[in-house]
């Protein structure tokens, strides 16, 4: 069984400071690794999407990183703001459009 | 870009009604759409697998006399959830799979807050 797991479960953060969002999962051979944010009461936006044969993506101030081998993924959200705060998801495929496997979540709030 | 559009976006019923779920792809075909719920406070859990002319398959756990699944065009799905219970009350969220352009990219709906009282 795929699991993805996240941490933190949930992290306070003052405006503008720098933070990183932790995912792993228990199977390597992914397909791809996809971020997306989740608003309260709302659906998913996907962020930034990133290959298996990739290292990185890059957004805005968005930065998601991804080592295959070691099972993880980062989201670096640089200078954090008070619009940033949601539920951060990733999620993993292991086949070419197919469905995903996703996270816990990791709930964010931006102190203003 | 692709687009799918889900509805409605939030649904209440009472106990005991059905209320239909429905997925659309706006802009491209869609052989295959998934479904996913989540519960409060839990990560999203694939239900089942639509596939365009032929039954839904459905993951463990997942009663599918409760959860109708409909795919009868290449552009629309939909969820029934039959005999509603509180204990349904979720989030469900839908994607389709596109096969053109650049081929085999997943696009998710908004998502439908589903709500029985």
């Known amino acids: 069984k795929q699991e993805v797991t996240q941490i933190p479960a949930a992290l306070s953060v003052p405006e503008g400071e720098n933070l990183v969002l932790n995912c792993s999962f228990t199977d390597s051979a992914i397909y791809n690794l996809q971020w997306f944010r989740q608003d309260p009461g709302k659906g998913l936006t996907s962020l930034l999407l990133i290959q298996s044969s990739q290292r990185e993506q890059t957004s805005g101030r968005l930065n998601a990183s991804l080592d295959k081998s070691s099972g993880r993924s980062t989201l670096y959200i640089a200078a954090s703001q008070p619009g940033d705060s949601a539920t951060y998801l990733c999620a993993v495929t292991y086949s070419t459009g197919n469905q995903f496997y996703f996270g816990t979540g990791t709930s964010l709030t931006v102190i203003p | ?117």
């Open chain 2, 1 to 117: 870009g692709a687009v799918v559009s889900q509805h409605p976006s939030r649904v209440i019923c009472k106990s005991g009604t059905s209320v239909k779920i429905e997925c659309r792809s706006l802009d491209f075909q869609a052989t295959t759409m998934f479904w996913y719920r989540q519960f409060p406070k839990q990560s999203l859990m694939l239900m089942a697998t639509s596939n365009e002319g032929s039954k839904a398959t459905y993951e463990q756990g997942v009663e599918k006399d409760k959860f109708l699944i409909n795919h009868a065009s290449l552009t629309l799905s939909t969820l029934t959830v039959t005999s509603a219970h509180p204990e349904d009350s979720s989030f469900y969220i839908c994607s389709a799979r596109d096969l053109q352009g650049t081929g085999n990219t997943i696009y998710f709906g908004e998502g439908s807050w589903l709500t029985v009282v």
